[in-house]
């Protein structure tokens, strides 16, 4: 098996980073550290993938934006249209602006989606990729990397790897939530979590232990569910919750789209969400302070984020490097009629 740009790494003891700006000319990287790497280089035989090194030299002036398409509740996507859309909102002012095109692309998880992600880049169809909901083991961050293409991500990593992102501060986040609701004096929380394998899950299920840790209350397995993004897998991962035999007082959900699922659901059984049952979102798409009852959830400022992104990846193409590689959103919660103090429900079944 030929030598990857993740050998060389090794070798000369940088980043794959590093790696990729000796290969390209970057300016940035210190004499000694490119001495270390060429010959590393040398010394491994590695031969660089050329439609990487075209791709860098010949500019087209577009960037590539893949966007899994979701299938099903439990498929690794984005949270909800509307929050996409103004992502997309914000890439595309900012790329008009600077004179640049956003080819977006949508491909079911799996071997479609690394194809397409293959063919663009094989074909030089774009200098650079966003990365939208990066992954535990997400493959792309090392197909990118190995061949020498920038990337700038919506999402971090799950350990050290290193690369530009812009991300909320998942964890902060639901302790914000999880601290709101503990206030409230809830204690038996349920916690709809988001498709297994994205980093953010790991994130938001680590501030939401965290706070359960901090006031002393026991951690119930059966109040965690996996869930999605969607009405249905909110709405069904609440109707699970509901059915346990002490079912929870409050529900946090992975999105607005999830949440409001799961309002209808509760609402179903007769309850009163903010009264009977409290009910906490993720990312106030705008219908979220108009629903019945208005939503308690975590701003995200997605047309921002959308715009930020595009301008590293800019900056990236340009420069070789970003003023601020890593960006990390302080999260705001808007309270609002669809939490309120712990009540007792009677659950009709």
């Not at 705001?332 to 712990?342: A, F, K, N």
């Amino acid at each position: 098996m030929p030598p990857t740009i993740h050998d060389v790494a090794r070798r000369a003891g940088v980043s794959v980073g590093t790696v990729s700006h000796v290969l390209n000319g970057s300016a940035t990287v210190r004499e000694t550290t490119r001495e270390r790497v060429l010959q590393a280089i040398r010394e491994l035989d590695y031969q660089p993938d050329a439609a990487a090194r075209t791709l860098r030299q010949r500019r087209t002036g577009t960037l590539g934006l893949v966007r899994t398409i979701q299938s099903g509740p439990h498929v690794l996507a984005e949270a909800s249209d509307h929050v996409f859309l103004e992502f997309l909102g914000g890439a595309q002012e900012v790329a008009a602006q600077e004179g640049v095109g956003i080819l977006l692309w949508g491909a079911p998880p799996g071997p479609e989606e690394e194809e397409v992600y293959r063919r663009l880049v094989r074909g030089r169809r774009v200098d650079g990729f966003i990365l939208l909901g990066t992954r535990v083991d997400d493959w792309r961050v090392r197909y990118l990397e190995e061949q020498g293409v920038p990337f700038v991500a919506f999402g971090r990593a799950a350990d050290s790897v290193s690369f530009p992102y812009v991300d909320v501060d998942g964890e902060q986040a639901l302790r914000l939530i999880t601290e709101h609701l503990v206030y409230l004096g809830h204690r038996r929380i349920g916690y709809i979590e988001p498709p297994a394998g994205l980093t953010c899950a790991l994130h938001r299920r680590s501030g939401f232990l965290e706070v359960l840790r901090r006031h002393g209350i026991p951690l119930d397995g059966r109040l965690i569910v996996q869930g999605g993004f969607t009405w249905e897998a909110g709405e069904r991962a609440m109707r699970d919750l509901l059915y346990l035999p002490d079912p929870p007082t409050a529900v946090i959900a992975p999105n607005d789209v999830a949440a409001m699922g799961a309002i209808a659901a509760a609402q179903a059984r007769g309850l009163k969400v903010g009264r009977d049952i409290s009910v906490v979102g993720f990312d106030d798409i705008p219908l979220a302070a108009y629903w019945q009852p208005p939503l308690t959830t975590v701003h995200q400022p997605a047309r921002w984020i959308g715009a930020e992104v595009t301008r590293m990846l800019l900056a990236l193409l340009s420069n070789g490097a970003v003023p601020r590689k890593q960006v990390l959103v302080s999260p705001e919660l808007r309270v609002r009629q669809s939490t309120g103090p712990v009540n007792q429900p009677t659950v009709s079944i």
